[in-house]
């Protein structure tokens, strides 16, 4: 294709960008803009590379328009170099990429522009789903997590995340990631917990997190001991967790800050799903459902059903929770029914729950329906049982929620063993 630029050309690279936007552009739009990127003029490979752009994110495009947008990257204004990396990266996402174009990505981190460098590190990320990606780009994107622009440190954490996933992993990127936890812009924030959360599989690099994280524990900045017990809770989830933690985390129940507390709970009620947890944790956790913050006395209350459902229970939170479930709002209701019908499920139970226990039969959640049941077949089990429950537990077997229903079939037969019909 001739490089003058006239009219006619103008007019179709119009018509080809409108077509794009509208998601209407064809296999003959494509080819013409592939070949339009020969052009020299940058206002013509603006529009060309905008087009293609548009395109890519409807899922249009192919190895051949990769191929000659490479250079582009190389060369060329800013807005070109960044639309380029930005067109390749979309395209990467339908699985159309070359993987000679990660070298020249990775060059683009070093980008004088910070958009070049935002949309190479977006590209980065995308190709790196498709587990393309080598040890190479490790320290170039750990780089980045430092960049002054935000979207830049975001993307860069964005591919460290896509590679964990594939098991490319270095435990290099861990202070930088850890340091962005505080990062003033959210979405920063937000990915790099996913990238942490991501690498703490590998084994190395959970080693590594959480040699910081126990320094972060016993920090005098609450603002540490907070994202250490957030990070600790959120890696117990995903069935990383470590034991060692466990005297920090209990030290941080007498904390004073209420987030502290809460947090603390919140990340005992995770690591007890992983039957990581101790007499003393129970007993602490009692003690903050006395606390005067609601959060801290709802968090408490979870983690201590969580416990015994993990079979260990902590007796001395049932009064505690009697009171709730009959004295309590709705979320009350809803942890104590849990948490009772949970003690009850290994026979720790007070006859005091019974009538309390009968009249959440009758909640309108399904959930404090389900435990109420549960709770009520648990202790029939273990001989305890209220012979006033039987009607509403009949009228449960119709209940809309299935579990619910179950739940209540499994109490009647309880009840029905202890003769009382």
């Known amino acids: 294709m001739s490089n003058t630029v006239d009219d006619e050309l103008i007019e179709r690279l119009r018509d080809a960008e409108g077509r794009a936007r509208e998601g209407l552009a064809s296999e003959d739009d494509l080819g013409f803009l592939i070949e339009c990127l020969d052009q020299d003029d940058p206002h013509v490979l603006r529009s060309v590379v905008t087009s293609l752009d548009l395109m890519a994110s409807k899922g249009l495009g192919s190895p051949e328009a990769v191929d000659k947008l490479i250079p582009r990257l190389l060369g060329g204004d800013v807005m070109t170099r960044s639309l ?46 498709h587990g393309v990606l080598s040890h190479v780009a490790l320290t170039p994107l750990i780089d980045v997590l430092q960049d002054d622009y935000p979207r830049a440190r975001e993307w860069a954490s964005t591919a460290l995340m896509q590679m964990a996933m ?3 992993v270095s435990t290099d990127a861990v202070p930088a990631l850890l340091t962005l936890l505080f990062d003033e812009d959210e979405d920063v924030r937000t990915w790099a917990a996913k990238a942490l959360l991501a690498m703490s599989h590998d084994e190395e690099a959970a080693d590594a997190i959480f040699f910081v994280l126990r320094r972060f524990l016993s920090s005098d900045d609450d603002e540490f001991v907070k994202a250490a017990t957030w990070l600790l809770g959120e890696m117990a989830e995903e069935g990383v967790f470590s034991e060692q933690f466990l005297p920090e985390l209990l030290a941080n129940l007498d904390h ?6 809460h947090g603390t709970c919140v990340t005992l009620s995770s690591m007890a799903k992983q039957k990581c947890c101790t007499d003393d944790a129970g007993l602490m956790l009692v003690d903050l459902m006395l606390h005067p913050d609601p959060k801290v006395r709802t968090a408490a209350a979870w983690a201590l059903g969580i416990m015994a ?9 049932l009064p505690i929770m009697v009171e709730w479930m009959e004295a309590g709002g709705p979320e009350d209701r809803k942890v104590a029914a849990f948490s009772l019908g949970a003690h009850a499920l290994y026979g720790v139970m007070i006859p005091e729950a019974l009538p309390g226990l009968q009249a959440l039969l009758m909640d309108e959640e399904p959930f404090v329906r389900m435990w109420a049941c549960t709770a009520l077949g648990g202790m029939a089990a273990e001989g305890l049982g209220r012979r006033e429950a039987l009607e509403d537990l009949n009228r449960l077997l119709d209940d809309e929620d299935e579990g619910v229903r ?6 009647l037969k309880g009840l029905k063993a202890l003769g009382l019909e």
């Open 84 to 129: 380029a990396a930005a067109c390749i990266g979309r395209l990467a996402t339908f699985s159309i990429f070359r993987e000679d174009s990660i070298p020249v990505l990775i060059s683009g981190l070093d980008d004088e522009s910070p958009f070049v460098r935002e949309w190479c590190a977006h590209a980065l990320s995308s190709l790196a789903r």
């Open 166 to 168: 594939q098991g490319v």
């Open 256 to 261: 004073s800050d209420p987030l502290v507390l």
């Open 309 to 317: 459902a993990m079979e260990h229970p902590t007796l001395n939170a």
């Open 406 to 411: 179950e739940n209540a079939a499994w109490a």
